[in-house]
């Protein structure tokens, strides 16, 4: 074999801390290394080019770069050796950046620990073989998990793109956080005008299939071609029946059941319709609020449907749907505020949510828009607005921004000026985030146009007075403490992912951060993608963002997966298990082991031996960890290889 | 004496129906029987089963997968014919297993040990056991010792000496000796600085002459002809004479026991240099004994741990929810 080693500067990155050159002359003196050198930038057209010369000019067979991690570039490097007639997986990579050269300051101890992971990179690659994928079809369907702003347009996109679409809904209506907000900044035009005929698209679109009321139960499959299992539960209404006409919810006797549609700003019946605007409007019965479960009779609601709708002895049903892509559109939830203490740790019923709020602002809410109080129904005359709560607090494990709560509560200090003209609101606050387009000007015309007062600090302590709530705070840019006697008070709690996220990313395979938002393929370069083909992100299931950006990753998601969809084969990953049939005694551990079930086994001679199924095989591995005698090797990771890489670091 | 006479009836009646019975024989020498393959009937009166029968008869059952046959277990023995059978290296249909009342079995290098100022082991005429204690007919005489002066070290930390899952049993069951089995002899072992610990093993490897009997005598070590030790593709082992190919195949041994080790010491026993290689398997029984609450070859609702794959394990708590 002849092995041709490229070491990369990458600018200073890696040569900063690592003598290039001296590894180069290094890897000179490895075994079947014909050529060696170092090279500014290897990723870079120039680089990329140098390495094709190199393989025709020493006649290479085989190459190693030395640069940054795998995920970066080794599809780059694949491509530029099969360009000049390699085999693409006759390449290794040796990651000396992020390994070497950004953790460590030691040019000596670098240097050396760069030669030693070549040195590696080197004995693996000489056993390499040749690879080469297999094709097969893609099922050009997409999933949607997740049916708020995000998901509706990404579901949107993809269907007007020709792609059937499988939206998925937890909730009995589509339409998410958006669907609650009254106004929207920073044009604060009506939210439920302006997403009320994207939900209706949904409804009518020939190409969405709508589940609502639904979860995803289960995945498995892999890109191209996904098995989801799909559980709708039992809503106790046969939805072909029902014609959402809003009989049952007018009659049912149950009128105390939470409303979280309306976050529990007044009770609502056991039977619901969320709101007006539902999509699909059909009703569904709370079983913990009605009384045919809580009491064993009632049945009014079964006696006044028209249709006869309703089935009280429902049970949750699977649907199985298989799909060549999934968009994760799970959103976030409130964090739960009662953890601060100081603003009454939810003893009070006038210390209320801003998405609380924005149910009593909205003319769909239940005090029909006029805002009233909780705890008298009286109407509000000072409200003081408190940001930051559960956002920018490591104290209660939330040190992120959630990026949107200043906007909002401009917004919401605007509307209430709108509804209550002698009314003075008081904002709290610690910076004003507003950097997006028309968002400052926003801000400052709460100040300028409506008084609002912005305070800058933080609220250290709230407590009831003859019929009002005590602020009291300190205003940072005077010096001075400061208290205010307030009628109503609004938190700005922020957002948090959305509870069963890290559950539905194991589903998924996909990663996910310490506070369970899930992970993007790559910071800047690929915010939709995941590190699981075939899955993309959109919205706040990533990290927390407003709606025009939740939007443009719901565009995002969907151009990823119109994209992967077009083709009409997809490469299957050469990278799998192999079963060497005459090392093989047929004892079935790998079977046992195997997530994905890609093995089989099948008779040879009368004797049991195992069999790979070559395109569910995901490469994982733990067959090839289990097999005791090693029948079973993961191509490009044989137990040779390893065991190469483990003999050149550690050599005696 | 009365149960060996009741098992060598059990097995007459029993032997038309099955291809072959395992059981144990006279062996080498006094204090050692040797696995015995009967067929006929009419051999049935050599068989022995007791104090003596110290050969784990459950190495020759993945042999025979596919043919009837009939095995008779101490309760150890019994462990690993249940790991197998959860393991599907042999079926239950194709067994027929005969259990007695183990107790206990001899070492027989302690008793070599306990009689050299008098004989060879080879000298003796006969053995028989008496109660607690075995009588041995020597050339000047006999004398006795006391079993427990004997018996080996597996058997007093034994927790099954009744076969459990057989087909029939042969006498009364006994209660075992211990209660629990708390790995003290890990303990005492792990005592020892790391330094110290890596320098006994590497002593006691220095000893090893690869025959690996070790390997051989483990009646789970199904894999054979095409063990790793000796294959070339995958290369794990080299030829090369040093501890550390030694040493590296005990722990390759250890690791592909993990969670199926029954604790039955043939390993150990079968070592022609006396190096104690169970305890490496015992270090890694006590781990997936903590780790997922199992015990090889006792429940056979069970799933080995290391021989599944679940996303969440109940007991290793990766994240808080």
Same mark, same amino acid.
């Given at each position: ?61 085989? $190459? $190693? ?38 953790? %460590? ?43 708020? $702003? ?115 700003? %007044? ?127 490591? =104290? ?85 403490? $400061? ?37 993007? %393929? ?26 025009? =950006? ?103 | ?31 050692? @029987? ?11 009166? #050599? ?5 003596? +029968? ?22 150890? @023995?019994?462990? +690993? ?12 249909? @194709? ?48 004398? +006795? ?92 082992? +080299? ?48 781990? #997936? ?33």
């Amino acid at each position: 074999m002849r092995i041709g080693v490229f070491i990369c500067h990458c600018g200073s990155n890696i040569a900063g801390t690592v003598d290039c050159a001296g590894v180069a002359a290094q890897a000179a003196r490895f075994p079947d290394v014909a050529y060696s050198t170092d090279i500014m930038y290897a990723c870079a057209e120039p680089g990329q080019d140098a390495i094709i010369e190199a393989i025709r000019e020493h006649g290479l067979t085989g $190459v $190693v770069v030395a640069s940054c991690t795998p995920r970066m570039h080794e599809p780059t490097f694949r491509r530029a050796v099969e360009r000049a007639g390699l085999n693409r997986y006759m390449f290794e990579m040796a990651n000396i950046r992020e390994h070497v050269s950004w953790i %460590g300051k030691d040019m000596d101890a670098n240097t050396n620990k760069a030669a030693e992971l070549v040195r590696m990179a080197v004995a693996k690659l000489r056993l390499n073989r040749e690879l080469t994928p297999k094709s097969f079809p893609v099922t050009k369907r997409v999933l949607v998990i997740g049916g708020g $702003v995000a998901g509706i347009q990404a579901a949107l996109d993809a269907a007007d793109a020709g792609l059937e679409v499988v939206l998925v809904e937890k909730e009995p209506s589509i339409g998410g956080k958006m669907a609650k907000l009254d106004k929207t900044f920073p044009t604060v035009d009506c939210s439920s005008c302006i997403l009320g005929p994207r939900m209706v698209d949904v409804a009518q679109h020939p190409k969405i299939t709508l589940y609502a009321a639904a979860e995803v139960e289960s995945v498995s499959g892999y890109v191209g071609n996904f098995s989801v299992r799909i559980r709708k539960k039992a809503t106790c209404v046969d939805w072909d029946k029902c014609t959402g006409c809003g009989l049952c919810t007018e009659k049912c006797p149950s009128r105390k059941s939470y409303d979280r549609f309306n976050e529990g700003v %007044g009770p609502t019946t056991a039977i619901i319709i969320p709101f007006p605007q539902a999509i699909p409007k059909k009703a569904s019965i709370e079983r913990e609020f009605c009384r045919q479960f809580t009491r064993g009779k009632c049945g009014v609601c079964a006696k006044v449907c028209p249709t006869g709708a309703i089935d009280y002895d429902m049970q949750d049903s699977f649907v199985e749907v298989e799909v060549g892509g999934i968009v994760a559109a799970t959103g976030y939830d409130l964090m739960d505020w009662t953890v601060y203490e100081e603003y009454g740790g939810g003893r009070y019923p006038d210390v209320i949510t801003s998405l609380q709020y924005e149910r009593l602002l909205s003319a769909s809410g239940p005090t029909g828009g006029h805002v009233r109080r909780p705890s008298d129904g009286a109407e509000p005359r000072d409200v003081v607005f408190i940001q930051c709560v559960g956002s920018r607090d490591p =104290s209660v494990g939330r040190p992120y921004c959630s990026g949107f709560c200043c906007m909002y509560t401009a917004k919401q200090a605007i509307l209430t000026k709108d509804h209550i003209p002698d009314s003075q609101s008081y904002v709290f606050y610690m910076d004003i985030r507003s950097p997006g387009k028309g968002y400052d000007e926003f801000t400052r015309r709460v100040q300028e146009e409506y008084q609002a007062q912005y305070i800058r600090g933080r609220v250290s302590r709230i407590y009831p007075s003859r019929g009002k709530l005590v602020v009291c705070g300190a205003d940072t840019l005077m010096g001075t403490q $400061v208290e205010v006697a307030a009628d109503l008070v609004v938190l700005a709690v922020g957002g948090e992912a959305a509870h069963g996220a890290p559950q539905l990313a194991e589903k998924l395979r996909i990663s996910y951060d310490q506070y369970g938002f899930f992970m993007e %393929g790559h910071p800047k370069l690929k915010p939709v993608e995941t590190n699981t083909a075939g899955v993309f992100l959109a919205g706040s299931c990533q990290g927390l963002k407003d709606i025009p =950006s939740s939007v443009a990753q719901g565009s995002a998601a969907a151009a990823k997966v119109i994209g992967l969809l077009s083709r009409d084969m997809l490469e299957s990953d050469p990278q799998i298990a192999q079963v060497t049939v005459s090392r093989c005694i047929g004892c079935g551990k790998c079977i046992e082991v195997c997530p994905f079930k890609a093995i089989q086994e099948i008779d040879l001679r009368g004797q049991p031996r195992a069999e790979v199924i070559e395109t569910v095989c995901q490469g994982c591995g733990v067959c090839n960890a289990t097999c005791p005698q090693g029948a079973i090797q993961l191509s490009h990771f044989t137990d040779n290889q390893i065991l190469a890489e483990v003999e050149a670091l550690c050599r005696f | 004496m009365a149960i060996e006479q009741e098992l060598q009836a059990a097995v007459k009646a029993a032997l038309p129906e099955l291809d072959c019975i395992i059981g144990w024989g006279p062996g080498p020498d006094a204090l050692r @029987d040797a696995p015995l393959f009967l067929r006929d009937a009419a051999d049935a009166d #050599v068989l022995r089963a007791g104090f003596f +029968s110290v050969n784990n008869p459950a190495l020759f059952l993945p042999e025979y997968k596919g043919r009837k046959i009939g095995v008779l277990v101490k309760g150890c @023995d019994a462990r +690993s014919v249940g790991q197998l059978l959860l393991e599907g290296l042999v079926r239950r249909e @194709d067994l027929f297993v005969i259990g007695f009342p183990c107790s206990g079995v001899i070492d027989a290098g302690k008793a070599a040990a306990l009689i050299a100022d008098r004989c060879e082991a080879g000298e003796l005429r006969s053995v028989r056991e008496q109660g607690d204690s075995i009588v041995l007919e020597g050339p000047d005489g006999a004398f +006795s010792l006391a079993k427990k002066d004997v018996r080996a070290d597996k058997c007093e930390r034994c927790l099954f000496p009744n076969a459990m899952d057989a087909d029939l049993f042969v006498g009364e069951k006994r209660a075992p000796f211990a209660e629990l089995d708390e790995y003290a002899d890990l303990a005492a072992f792990e005592q020892a600085p790391l330094e110290e610990r890596m320098a006994f093993w590497e002593k006691e490897m220095s000893r090893c002459i690869r025959c690996y009997a070790c390997r051989d005598a483990c009646p789970l070590c199904v894999c054979r002809d095409q063990c790793v030790a000796v294959a070339r593709d995958p290369h794990w082992l +080299s030829q090369a004479d040093g501890i550390r190919d030694k040493l590296f195949f005990q722990i390759i041994h250890a690791s592909h026991l993990a969670g199926r080790c029954t604790g039955c010491g043939e390993c150990e026993r079968a070592c022609p240099m006396g190096i104690p290689v169970l305890l490496l398997k015992r270090a890694l029984s006590r781990r #997936v004994e903590t780790l997922f609450a199992y015990r090889a070859g006792i429940d056979m609702q069970g799933r080995p741990p290391l021989l599944t794959f679940s996303l969440e394990e109940p007991r290793i708590k990766e994240r808080d929810w």
